[in-house]
């Protein structure tokens, strides 16, 4: 009986913690990947679960896997994205803010 206890507190507070503990770091990323894109993105693209783009020609990200991996971000995104939509500005990202972005990205298509 003692261990069933046990059992239900871990439950308790992992689901309070955001998670096991494995997914706690997973989770901190997916935070820090959707900050920067509404930082960096947000003007033109619709960075959540819903809403629509401001711009006609910017995808919402909840659909980039529809059109392509979303691990070739990855290389976009370290090399400088200059492509997208016509007026869509360049942006670099270091190696811990592409696997951050990718992370939420990804997140996204769950």
Do not use: W
Not at 12 to 33: E, S, T, Y
Not at 36 to 55: D, E, F, I, P, Y
Not at 90 to 95: G, I, Q
Request: aromatic share 4%; with cysteine; net charge positive.
């Amino acid at each position: 009986m003692r261990h069933l206890t046990v059992s239900r507190i871990v439950a308790v507070v992992a689901v309070f913690a955001g998670g096991p503990p494995a997914l706690a770091g997973d989770n901190l990323q997916i935070a820090h990947g959707r900050k920067l894109v509404k930082a960096n993105c947000a003007r033109c693209h619709a960075t959540g679960l819903t809403g629509k783009s401001t711009h006609p020609d910017a995808p919402p990200f909840r659909r980039l896997h529809l059109r392509y991996p979303i691990e070739d971000l990855e290389e976009a995104l370290a090399e400088g994205i200059s492509t997208g939509h016509p007026d869509m500005p360049e942006f670099v990202a270091s190696p811990q803010q592409i696997g951050a972005i990718v992370a939420y990205i990804r997140s996204l298509s769950r």
